[in-house]
């Protein structure tokens, strides 16, 4: 919640910040800055709600997925996704 939260967009230039990761580096930018209406927590929590209400369904349907644990370095969620793709690892049938 707080990553989709406090996403905001300089309406000026299009960069992208974060108000507690990439802070705007100045008082005006940060003035300018606009949230997406989708990044309101209650419109998270409604899609949330319907991910959850869906997440069996599609696992049940994608039985070939892997997890990816994307709370990583970028280079090593890269390297674990190469890995299933070229070489997958051996799974239960």
Not at 29 to 45: G, S
Not at 52 to 57: I, M
């Amino acid at each position: 919640m707080e990553r989709l939260s406090q996403r905001r967009t300089d309406p000026v230039t299009g960069e992208r910040y974060h108000t507690t990761f990439r802070p705007a580096p100045t008082p005006e930018i940060q003035a300018r800055l606009r949230q997406n209406p989708r990044d309101q927590e209650e419109n998270i929590e409604k899609r949330l709600e319907t991910y959850y209400r869906n997440v069996k369904d599609l696992e049940d349907f994608y039985e070939d997925a892997f997890y990816v644990n994307a709370d990583q370095d970028p280079y090593v969620v890269f390297e674990f996704i190469e890995s299933c793709v070229i070489k997958p690892l051996p799974r239960k049938k």
